[in-house]
């Protein structure tokens, strides 16, 4: 069985809902994802920091669509590993076990890693929708697409954009 | 630069010290090592899973003789990882980063895993307490000596029974 590294933020969890949500009550002006597009998410979001540290910004993201039944399907099949970047940021490391508990409970937690550098996990397949992260990873790498990614060279890695492409691609 | 992978409950945090110290509140009885040496630690203290969802269980350990030292110098010369399975007990993760943060200042959160399953971790060693975490690792392969551990076939592993030893088998 092929072992399958999953991210959360960007992949699972709907990171940008929040950040615009966040910055329209800080600044009073809500941004669009075309408005976004291409840039870093520090430089969309310059008080990004702070609203990753405000308490309930993850445990209230929502879900990516189709990412619980392409997810819950590829978990027959596949090894699955949710491997999320956490210990940056302490009080998410709560908040993305109950998030995924309550969104994704067929994922149990043995599958679940909370770290802080993905290089040090080994698979066959990682989607993620940052660069850092696949760049270094031996398997295959989908880049799952984001604001932040967008326009950018793609490195080698296949861009999907969403979770029907990815059922697609792994059936 | 090669990878060393380390483990937390046991190798630098004194798990032992604070069963007994739970169990004697528990039962009113003072289990001593020798007494729990050679048996499961789920067998030594039959209560086990519920000392360790107690708040603090984790946050209040001591800190393993030496490791502060030895880990200190082995961090200038390998890649170090500290991976601790903590997800079984989502109270344990805040805990576990607050206490590394404390006893472990140099390791950084780019350094710390939290997981369920260290199946997933690839370096080049490891030192961990327990069979089932170093059986499928496929480096080299210490095993810390703890009560659990006494008395059984080494499995291949290199057993060792303090810091100062893995200082000197590491230099």
Redesign the interface.
């Known amino acids: 069985m092929k ?1 399958l ?1 999953v991210d959360m933020d960007g992949v699972l969890a709907d990171i940008y809902s929040q950040l615009i949500d966040r910055d329209a009550q800080n600044t009073g002006w809500r941004k669009s994802l075309t408005e976004v597009s291409g840039m870093p998410e520090s430089v969309a979001f310059p008080k990004l920091t702070d609203y990753l540290h405000v308490p309930g910004f993850f445990r209230e993201a929502p879900v990516v669509p189709e990412s619980q039944e392409v997810l819950r399907e590829l978990n027959a099949r596949y090894e699955v ?1 949710v ?1 999320s970047s ?3 940021f ?2 998410s ?2 908040e993305k ?2 998030w995924l508990q309550e969104h994704f409970p067929f994922i ?10 993905k290089r ?4 066959d397949i990682m989607i993620d929708d940052h660069f850092k992260n696949l760049d270094g990873f031996e398997g295959r790498t989908l880049l799952f697409a984001q604001p932040h990614n967008q326009g950018a060279d793609d490195r080698g890695h296949e861009r999907v954009d969403s979770w029907r492409q990815i059922s697609t691609l792994l059936h």
Request: charged share 10%; aromatic share 8%.
């Open positions: 072992r590294i590993f491997v956490a210990t940056e302490p009080l490391l709560a076990q109950a149990t937690w043995q599958q679940l890693v909370l770290c802080g550098s040090i996990v080994k698979g």
